[in-house]
């Protein structure tokens, strides 16, 4: 095992010698509590309710001369957030497009990209994924008329925790015309090689998607360079923009022209909407992707909250956050080695996402204990407890007291006074 110090003040001084520290104090955090749930919702910015208010206030302000006019026009916002949201995934900016919730811009990507013929009708996913993703690749399949039985396939995992990119390559035979996947798996937080995947799609013919909602904010992306062919993702997790907060869509370069899926008037050329043609003419870049009116509420507050990530850089977001999850993991194996915890998301940097994944019989009573105690985690049923230490705003001590007050309830089997069972929402 690594040396590893265990002392407070050791915590204390990687603190001090945190070039991210300071963005601690520009989200409100309750006293007291520490909350590693940021992959599940992360917590409210300064910016982010200033741009909120901002927004309210130019409508209090504008009323419908808003859409043009103010600080930020709301008719070109979801368009314009492309710039700043393309250093995060790695691509250009008009192939962004800020619209709708992941699961929705799952239904257009794949309304727009899988074209099945009589030789090729399958889609590629695995066992793992989110549910919501598998119910809209099973409902997109069946309104093309195909079984979702015969013409979804799930790559399987060996151990119910990680997937092998080798035995996703194998499963791309030559009957499957799209895939989507996971860049971070939401259990496990293994990353899955999305340069690799990517080419072996290509070398086969087969358009690749991925579901960013684990790795957007939390780890770089190159989907330009790598040439994945569309991605989804939330703005509510690692990007901190509130509950519900309007979604991602990248789509690439070479399907700009193709006719949306989904067809909405907010897909229009900018200066042909307003004509209220019956015949849709779609926007030459990601807009085109657009369907209705943007919710603009939920979508002021990533106008702010991104101007963090500017500040931060993605760069520096990541080292800090695998420094984060190596140090949570190192004093989980030393003071916790006697209580039956499974470290079960991969060790190596290069496939470990932003959060820490632990498995225990007991997770669910186990995480309220830590909720009673201040420390918020994320259970994941049957056994699951996910903890994410974000580099935006959790600090080292944070870690060193979450892991010290999970010590003591094991110690003390505080988690006995619960039940072991999951809550509505978990
Ligand atoms: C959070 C998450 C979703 C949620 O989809 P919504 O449409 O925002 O409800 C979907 N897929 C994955 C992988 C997620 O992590």
Known sequence: MRHVDTTLSYAQL?????????????????????????????????????????????WKELGIDGWTLGEN????????????????????????????????N???????LYKPTAKRTKILADELT???????LQSQLRLKGYDPDEHLIRVKSTDGRILSEQAIIQAMTEDVALI????????????????????????????????????????????????????????????NAGPGAVAGLYMNKKHFGTMPGLGGWFGSKKEKQFDMEHMLTHAEHAGAYQ??????????????????????????????????????????????????????????????????????PEAARICKALKANQV??????????????????????????AVQTLKTIMEKEQYKQFENTREVVA
């Open 73 to 104: 026009p709301w008719f070109y916002v979801s368009e314009q957030l492309g710039s700043s949201l393309a250093p995060l995934i790695g691509t250009a900016s008009e192939e962004i497009i800020v619209t709708g919730s992941t699961t929705t």
């Open 106 to 112: 799952i239904h257009q990507a794949v309304a727009t």
């Open 291 to 360: 369907i209705g009116t943007p919710h603009m509420l939920s979508l002021a507050p990533l106008l702010g909250s991104l101007e963090l990530f500017q500040e931060a850089t993605m760069g520096r977001l990541r080292e800090k956050s695998l420094q984060l999850t190596r140090y949570m993991m190192d004093l989980i194996e030393i003071e916790l080695s006697n209580y039956g915890f499974i470290i079960a998301n991969p060790l190596e940097d290069h496939r470990r996402g932003g959060h820490v994944y632990l498995e225990h």
């Open 14 to 58: 990687l603190d001090q010698q945190d070039a991210l520290a300071s963005f601690r104090g520009e989200f409100y955090q309750k006293e007291g509590t520490i909350y590693l749930d940021g992959n599940s919702l992360g917590l409210l910015s300064k910016r982010a309710e200033k741009s909120l208010l901002s927004l309210l206030n130019s």
């Open 180 to 239: 989507l996947l996971p860049s971070v798996l939401y259990r496990s937080g293994q990353i899955l090689d999305m340069k690799l995947l990517t080419e072996e799609a290509h070398k086969r013919n087969i358009i690749i998607g991925f579901d960013l909602c684990h790795s957007i904010g939390a780890i770089p992306h190159e989907l330009s360079e790598w040439g994945v062919d569309f991605a989804v993702w939330c703005h509510y997790k690692y990007l």
């Open 376 to 401: 918020i985690p994320d259970f994941r049923t049957p056994n699951g407890i996910r903890l994410a230490p974000v580099a935006l705003y959790n600090s080292f001590e944070n870690v060193h007291r």
């Open 130 to 136: 989110f549910p919501s993703d598998i119910y809209a």
